[in-house]
């Protein structure tokens, strides 16, 4: 995951490396309780669209809306 860290109080992109990612439309990235837009950019790097949020480490979950 890329930047590793982010100033709090902005909103920022995160670009996540990885593979077989699903290329899709409706893939979310959930930080603690709040759900984000991701999106596929090949099946080896998607990027997550994140709200500011608080100081603080954070686990980030990739899902599909689809699939839950």
Avoid at 29 to 45: D, G, L, P, W
């Amino acid at each position: 995951v890329a930047p590793s860290q982010v100033f709090s109080g902005k909103g920022t992109v995160l670009t996540i490396a990885g593979v077989d990612f699903p290329v899709t439309s409706d893939l979310q990235c959930k930080f603690q309780e709040r759900s984000t837009v991701a999106m596929t950019i090949t099946t080896t790097s998607v990027k997550c669209y994140i709200v500011p949020l608080k100081v603080g480490n954070f686990s980030l979950d990739l899902h599909s809306c689809a699939h839950g």
